[in-house]
């Protein structure tokens, strides 16, 4: 009697679980079965972004000068010299003597000196790029087809496609809508002006790179 | 612990949007960047400077003299102390000196500063617990024992530009002074400049330069409203802050403050400085002198809140002769002294004098021996002593002792300043750095002692 009434139990919870657990519906052609997070439930979904700001996720963070220094030579296509030539520390690097902390603070004297160093590297690759004919030796005029000649002689399409491509270069992601034209309207008008100047055809181009090197986009991540 | 209150999220947006409404209707379209550089730069309302006295003063010389007609030569077993004012040989009067109505007494290199004593306090007998230069150093600037040689903790500018969070645009300077942050954001980090060129350069606009006509272009880009992209790295502050620092350099560079510091250059201002600190025309300017014109120029273009500055070296006399430690002691009192008056004749805009609202904390990182070596210098001695001047620390009093028999730090009750042979406890610089955080209502409790409230103001 007692086997009978244990096999019935048993009987029972089996049939129960079974209960719980729906069948899956079979896949349907051209879908995948689904696959469970091995992580399992992840939990806290991200914050409301009104809550923090209209940020989602972490905080944007400067650069610190080692990346600086690594995205400038990156971007622009040569490094910043005097920034390992005094400036660093300055700008924040840590030295674990006097100072035991990065320093990521965009202060004055950083947007001072950062801007001193587009100058520096911007117009230095700018007049390079006025010598090099074939546009996948240039950085800064990579989309300008054949050697550099009359900037004020490129279509509309043209300066938007060398912007976006910079802006992508050097910010990550790239000029659109009002803000793309405001961008070409400034590089039409920076070329036009620097046509009208004795040797003057890198400035338009050393122009946009400043602006673009200065950007907190650029500085941040 | 004062706190700035943070600033409001909106104020970017409530910025932008009522200056594209100004901008439109009052300012013809001014960029909004240039509606906000209206903003002047203003001084702080407390000021701070950090005076270093680099090598080891002779505080025989400077403010722990003796009378040398009661510590002679033949007392000198007895005394271990030997005033040496009979070996000046440039004139100077082999005396202390007392100016009328001082409580004051000065040794002879203190020279011009003396008249200030009304402006000071000084503090004897500071037991500095190290003869090493730098740890006596790093042990001043931060008020907290160093680690062998290593500073621990921040320098006390530090703390304080932290703490108060200034809106100047370099709220610190350190000037040929070493600068530690251990626990602030890099904002309260000193620029640290070893010649007044250093700075000249900072303030001064890039030497590379594009077409006028570019330039203003590029500047019109860079002034023009923020965009969703921009605006969303800006959110968690970082382009907030960045913009911030964009608008103070073009407010600096607009200022022309590098000319300010530049005091070759030839205008009203500069004819001024180079005229009240006896400054030549064409420069060095690196002087003791020049140093304390940079001081004084600093804080009162509102650029800084706080300066660190070594003033004067030439002092860690081992081998020197007494006219020598003599001549290098007064040449850096002198020079304060004209700072000093330089503040003291300047208002300050929120009412008073800049001395009304400054502090002044003078220091060396030790002393040195009472007695003269055998190659009629001055060793290293433990026994110190400090100067505060101006804003919230009490005038014309003398705060601690040092011992007649070899300058020994005499034990004092640091709730009263009296004499306490028996249960008083050494002066240490710990109480020093406490005693000017609290003089400006700061949290001392970093340096873990009370300050010594008989100095303090309030």
């Not at chain 1, 030579?73 to 920034?83: D, K, Q, S, Y």
């Not at chain 2, 011992?403 to 042979?421: E, F, H, Q, R, Y």
């Not at chain 2, 400006?440 to 010594?452: C, F």
């Given at each position: 009697?007692?086997?009978l009434?244990?096999?019935?139990?048993?009987?029972?919870?089996?049939?129960?679980?079974?209960?719980?657990?729906?069948?899956?519906p079979?896949?349907?052609?051209?879908?995948?079965?689904?696959?469970?997070?091995?992580?399992?439930d992840?939990?806290?979904?991200?914050?409301?972004?009104?809550?923090?700001?209209g940020?989602?996720?972490?905080?944007?963070?400067?650069?610190?000068?080692?990346?600086?220094?690594?995205?400038?030579?990156?971007?622009?296509?040569?490094?910043?010299?005097?920034?390992?030539?005094?400036?660093a520390?300055?700008?924040?690097?840590?030295?674990?003597?006097?100072?035991?902390?990065?320093?990521?603070?965009?202060?004055?004297?950083?947007?001072?000196?950062?801007?001193?160093?587009?100058?520096?590297?911007?117009m230095?690759?700018?007049?390079?790029?006025?010598?090099?004919?074939?546009?996948?030796?240039?950085?800064?005029?990579?989309?300008?087809?054949?050697?550099?000649t009359?900037?004020?002689?490129?279509?509309?399409?043209?300066?938007?496609?060398?912007?976006?491509?910079?802006?992508?270069?050097?910010?990550?992601?790239?000029?659109?809508?009002?803000?793309?034209?405001?961008?070409?309207?400034?590089?039409?008008?920076?070329?036009?002006?620097?046509?009208?100047?004795?040797?003057?055809?890198?400035?338009?181009?050393?122009?946009?790179?400043?602006?673009?090197?200065?950007?907190?986009?650029?500085?941040?991540? | 612990?004062?706190?700035?209150?943070?600033?409001?999220?909106?104020?970017?947006?409530?910025?932008?949007?009522?200056?594209?409404?100004?901008?439109?209707?009052?300012?013809?379209?001014?960029?909004?960047?240039?509606?906000?550089?209206?903003?002047?730069?203003?001084?702080?309302?407390?000021?701070?400077?950090?005076?270093?006295?680099?090598?080891?003063w002779?505080?025989?010389?400077?403010?722990d003299?003796?009378?040398?007609?009661?510590?002679?030569p033949?007392?000198?077993?007895?005394?271990?102390?030997?005033?040496?004012?009979?070996?000046?040989?440039?004139?100077?009067a082999?005396?202390?000196?007392t100016?009328?109505?001082?409580?004051?007494?000065?040794?002879?290199?203190?020279?011009?500063?003396?008249?200030?004593?009304?402006?000071m306090?000084?503090?004897?007998?500071?037991?500095?617990?190290?003869?090493?230069?730098?740890?006596?150093?790093?042990?001043?600037?931060?008020?907290?024992?160093?680690?062998?040689?290593?500073?621990?903790?921040?320098?006390?500018?530090?703390?304080?530009?932290?703490?108060?969070v200034?809106?100047?645009?370099?709220?610190?300077?350190?000037y040929?002074?070493?600068?530690?942050?251990?626990?602030?954001?890099?904002?309260a980090?000193a620029?640290?400049?070893?010649?007044?060129?250093?700075?000249?350069?900072?303030?001064s606009?890039?030497?590379?330069?594009?077409?006028?006509?570019?330039?203003?272009?590029?500047?019109?880009?860079?002034?023009?409203?923020?965009?969703?992209?921009?605006?969303?790295?800006?959110?968690?502050?970082?382009?907030?802050?960045?913009?911030?620092?964009?608008?103070?350099?073009?407010?600096?560079?607009?200022?022309?403050?590098?000319?300010?510091?530049?005091?070759?250059?030839?205008?009203?201002?500069?004819?001024?400085?180079r005229?009240?600190?006896?400054?030549?025309?064409?420069?060095?300017?690196?002087?003791?002198?020049?140093?304390?014109?940079?001081?004084?120029?600093?804080?009162?273009?509102?650029?800084?809140?706080?300066?660190?500055?070594?003033?004067?070296?030439?002092?860690?006399?081992?081998?020197?002769?007494?006219?020598?430690?003599?001549?290098?002691?007064?040449?850096?009192?002198?020079?304060?002294?004209?700072?000093?008056?330089?503040?003291?004749?300047?208002?300050?805009?929120?009412?008073?004098?800049?001395?009304?609202?400054?502090?002044?904390?003078?220091?060396?990182?030790?002393?040195?021996?009472?007695?003269?070596?055998?190659?009629?210098?001055?060793d290293?001695?433990?026994?110190?002593?400090?100067?505060?001047?101006?804003?919230?620390?009490?005038?014309?009093?003398?705060?601690g002792?040092?011992?007649?028999?070899?300058?020994?730090?005499?034990?004092?009750?640091?709730k009263?300043?009296?004499?306490?042979?028996?249960?008083?406890?050494?002066?240490?610089?710990?109480h020093?750095?406490?005693?000017?955080?609290?003089?400006?209502g700061?949290?001392?409790?970093?340096?873990?002692?009370?300050?010594?409230?008989?100095?303090?103001?309030?």
């Amino acid at each position: 009697m007692r086997r009978l009434l244990l096999f019935a139990l048993l009987a029972l919870g089996a049939a129960g679980c079974g209960e719980k657990t729906p069948a899956a519906p079979p896949p349907v052609d051209g879908q995948l079965e689904p696959v469970g997070n091995p992580h399992g439930d992840m939990g806290t979904p991200l914050p409301d972004p009104e809550l923090q700001d209209g940020r989602v996720g972490r905080s944007p963070r400067r650069l610190t000068v080692t990346q600086l220094a690594r995205s400038i030579e990156v971007a622009v296509g040569r490094p910043w010299a005097g920034l390992e030539g005094g400036l660093a520390t300055t700008l924040g690097r840590a030295d674990y003597a006097l100072v035991n902390q990065e320093s990521t603070e965009p202060n004055l004297v950083f947007a001072k000196f950062l801007e001193d160093g587009a100058r520096e590297v911007c117009m230095a690759q700018a007049a390079a790029e006025k010598s090099q004919a074939s546009p996948e030796a240039r950085v800064l005029s990579r989309t300008i087809p054949g050697p550099l000649t009359d900037l004020r002689k490129l279509s509309d399409a043209q300066v938007r496609e060398l912007l976006v491509y910079l802006s992508t270069r050097f910010w990550g992601s790239p000029l659109q809508g009002d803000e793309l034209t405001r961008w070409a309207t400034f590089f039409t008008k920076a070329a036009a002006r620097a046509e009208a100047i004795t040797n003057g055809r890198d400035q338009a181009l050393a122009a946009v790179c400043i602006a673009l090197m200065t950007d907190s986009r650029f500085l941040t991540y | 612990m004062k706190k700035n209150d943070p600033i409001p999220t909106s104020r970017r947006t409530l910025l932008k949007a009522g200056a594209g409404f100004l901008g439109a209707s009052l300012l013809g379209g001014l960029p909004f960047r240039s509606f906000a550089q209206a903003a002047a730069l203003k001084p702080a309302d407390r000021c701070f400077v950090f005076v270093y006295f680099s090598g080891g003063w002779d505080q025989l010389l400077a403010f722990d003299p003796r009378d040398p007609d009661v510590f002679t030569p033949e007392r000198v077993a007895e005394t271990r102390i030997l005033p040496g004012y009979n070996l000046f040989t440039d004139g100077t009067a082999p005396f202390p000196i007392t100016p009328a109505g001082s409580n004051i007494t000065f040794g002879p290199a203190v020279a011009n500063l003396t008249k200030h004593y009304g402006r000071m306090a000084v503090v004897r007998g500071v037991n500095m617990t190290t003869l090493a230069h730098e740890e006596g150093m790093r042990y001043f600037i931060t008020g907290k024992r160093p680690i062998g040689a290593a500073a621990r903790g921040s320098s006390t500018a530090t703390e304080v530009v932290g703490q108060m969070v200034p809106t100047v645009p370099i709220p610190s300077i350190a000037y040929g002074v070493e600068s530690y942050n251990d626990r602030y954001p890099g904002s309260a980090n000193a620029l640290r400049v070893s010649r007044s060129k250093d700075l000249v350069d900072t303030l001064s606009p890039s030497t590379r330069k594009l077409d006028s006509q570019i330039e203003t272009e590029l500047l019109a880009l860079g002034g023009e409203p923020v965009t969703c992209d921009e605006a969303a790295l800006s959110a968690g502050g970082v382009g907030d802050t960045y913009h911030t620092s964009r608008d103070q350099v073009l407010q600096v560079l607009k200022g022309g403050l590098s000319e300010k510091f530049n005091f070759a250059v030839k205008n009203t201002e500069n004819n001024a400085v180079r005229a009240f600190y006896g400054l030549p025309d064409a420069g060095p300017y690196d002087s003791a002198a020049g140093r304390a014109a940079l001081v004084a120029t600093a804080l009162k273009l509102g650029i800084s809140q706080c300066v660190s500055i070594n003033l004067v070296g030439g002092l860690d006399t081992h081998f020197g002769t007494q006219t020598t430690h003599l001549g290098n002691l007064r040449t850096g009192f002198n020079a304060l002294s004209l700072l000093v008056d330089d503040l003291a004749r300047t208002p300050h805009p929120s009412g008073g004098d800049f001395m009304d609202h400054t502090t002044i904390l003078v220091f060396s990182e030790f002393a040195r021996t009472p007695l003269i070596n055998a190659t009629n210098g001055r060793d290293h001695h433990l026994t110190n002593s400090c100067l505060l001047m101006g804003a919230g620390v009490k005038h014309n009093m003398v705060f601690g002792h040092s011992g007649d028999i070899g300058m020994a730090a005499g034990l004092v009750d640091l709730k009263t300043g009296a004499k306490d042979s028996n249960n008083g406890e050494s002066i240490l610089p710990d109480h020093i750095i406490a005693t000017v955080l609290a003089s400006a209502g700061l949290d001392y409790s970093i340096t873990r002692v009370e300050p010594l409230k008989p100095l303090l103001a309030t």
